[in-house]
């Protein structure tokens, strides 16, 4: 069975700074690897996903994720953020015939002026 | 895009009624959906897999009898909490997988209170 770590439960950034969010799988075969953010009291909104290709992914609002293989990681980065950023943001990981998804614990982005 | 509606986006009840949750899939059939539970400050746990026209297929741990799965169309899947006691009261998400986009959409959300 897969497994989806991310190791940072809480980050704070400034407005305009970078922001990079860890993600860590743990699967046999090639995986499905997603990133959702979810603001409070609401539902998951997808970010962007990697099936495979180029391991670089773009998403909305400005996020890009890359998946590396190696060190079985899809780190998910944005280069300036805002304030509209602050959110939970969950890592993914799809398998099977049904395509069921694992995700990671969660982190709590908040964004200081 | 594609879209899910949930419904109701938040319900209490009293302890012992049962509560139905309803997830549709507005532009698109979806074959399989999926039922999650949310705990405050936690990550979604995967509670079944609903398949159109088929049983559901639950989760190690979670009650089939208690959480009635029914998936009569290809778009719309249903999530009844029987019984309901405080201990129920949680977040539940659903989400429909698109077969046309290789993705999956997530409703908003209903947050159950059991009182």
């Known amino acids: 069975a897969q497994s989806v770590t991310q190791p940072d439960i809480h980050i704070t950034v400034s407005e305009g700074a970078s922001l990079e969010l860890r993600c860590n799988y743990s699967y046999g075969a090639t995986p499905y690897l997603f990133w959702y953010v979810q603001s409070p009291g609401q539902g998951l909104q997808l970010l962007l996903k990697?099936?495979?290709?180029?391991?670089l992914v773009q998403g909305i609002k400005g996020f890009e994720a890359e998946f590396k293989r190696s060190q079985s990681s899809f780190n998910l980065r944005k280069p300036s953020v805002h304030w509209s950023d602050a959110a939970e943001y969950f890592c993914?990981?799809?398998?099977?015939?049904?395509?069921?998804?694992?995700f990671g614990a969660g982190t709590t982005v908040t964004v200081r002026a | 895009g594609a879209v899910v509606s949930q419904h109701p986006s938040r319900v209490i009840c009293k302890s012992g009624t049962s509560v139905k949750i309803e997830c549709r899939s507005l532009d698109f059939q979806a074959t399989t959906m999926f039922w999650y539970r949310q705990f405050p400050k936690q990550s979604l746990m995967l509670m079944a897999t609903?398949?159109?026209?088929?049983?559901?297929?639950?989760e190690q741990g979670v009650e089939k009898d208690k959480f009635l799965i029914n998936h009569a169309s290809l778009t719309l899947s249903t999530l009844t909490v029987t019984s309901a006691h405080p201990e129920d009261s949680s977040f539940y998400i659903c989400?429909?997988?698109?077969?046309?986009?290789?993705?999956?959409?997530f409703g908003s959300g209903t947050r159950l209170t059991v009182v």
């Open positions: 609903s398949n159109e026209g088929s049983k559901a297929t639950y």
């Open positions: 989400s429909a997988r698109d077969d046309r986009a290789s993705g999956y959409t």
């Open positions: 990697y099936f495979s290709g180029d391991t």
């Open positions: 993914a990981v799809g398998e099977g015939g049904d395509y069921k998804l694992s």
